[in-house]
């Protein structure tokens, strides 16, 4: 008798297009409460997704996406993220990513004001999460 291990549908979604859409064995997402794991048959819920890393399991294999911000809702084993912007970490230059980065720290410093301050730091933020996501050990 064959055993068929359950998957899950996963689908990231940015406002303009589909970052992802197929089946994984199981993903870590970056939620405003922490990292959570997510098998086949988990509890539904509906959270908010963090500026973050998504690690994605595919067989013996796993991925990394660096997230920017949105919401998830898991249940029957579909798994949709709807998220400001989602870059596989293939897909990011690493040179690139570590010249925003010095640029977002660098304008964290002349920052300004709370306003400033506070744009600073999501920039800040949202560049780590790019050269982390380049720098996840698979």
Known sequence: E???????????LTPNRIVWDSEVKEIILSTNSGQIGVLPNHAPIATAVDIGILRIRLNNQW?????MGGFARIGNNEITV????????????????????EIAEA????AEGK????????ALRRARTRVEAINAIS
Request: proline content about 2%; charged content about 25%.
């Open 115 to 122: 306003r400033q301050t506070i744009e600073a730091n999501l």
């Open 2 to 12: 064959q055993f068929e291990e359950m998957t899950l549908n996963l689908c990231v």
């Open 82 to 101: 709807l998220v400001n912007d989602a870059e596989k970490s293939g897909d990011i230059d690493p040179q690139e990513a570590q010249q925003t980065l």
């Open 63 to 67: 991925l990394t996406m660096a997230l």
């Open 107 to 110: 304008a964290l410093r002349k």
